[in-house]
């Protein structure tokens, strides 16, 4: 769940001009050591492709520990600083605590509150990098429920985690994640109105700059 903001849904995804580059960091942790597998984490990693040849330039990774983690997102964020449009698709297991959430690498271990930082990727810092592009960023974020072990202060899930100003978000199960950027996202030129429209099962929010 996502807290929501005093504002308007954004038009993230309108049409653009053919000359726009347009990037996206796709990550599915499917295998992780020391907990359940999240088996459509693939499915998503494997979406990539539909991003690609919709004329993304895609920055992908698959199986990531926390290390990996940060440095796909931090090439990613060093190659969109000229991008006209971001989009973020990551999938695995997330936990969290009051508004603040985590994406874990696939190494994470019994985490608490204590410890989560060394283990996972805030998704604070995915949705700042994302609001570098104000009404041209859209975060996705794909899970199932497995069962996870976790130390004190923490919980499973995605907290209510609050979406700047500019970025639309979109979340829920990963493999209805990974049909709806296949299906749907990948086929450019629709208002975020008309992507939300098909998004049956996830949830979106979005907010105007």
Known sequence: MFRLLPSALVLT???VPAAARDLALVIGNENYRRAPDISSAEDVADAGAALEAAGFEVHEGRDLDVAGLRQALAAFHEDAQDADRVVILVAGHFV???TE???LGTGADAPS???VDAMGLPL???FAVAAERPGAAMVLLGTEPQPLTLGRGLATGIGSEAVPQGVTAVSGDAGTLAEFV???????????AALAGQAEGLAVSGYLG
């Open 13 to 15: 995804c309108a049409a």
């Open 96 to 98: 969290h605590a009051g």
């Open 101 to 103: 959430s985590w994406l």
């Open 113 to 115: 509150l204590g410890s």
């Open 124 to 126: 604070g810092t995915l």
């Open 182 to 192: 296949t299906d749907v996202l990948a086929d450019r030129g629709q208002s975020l």
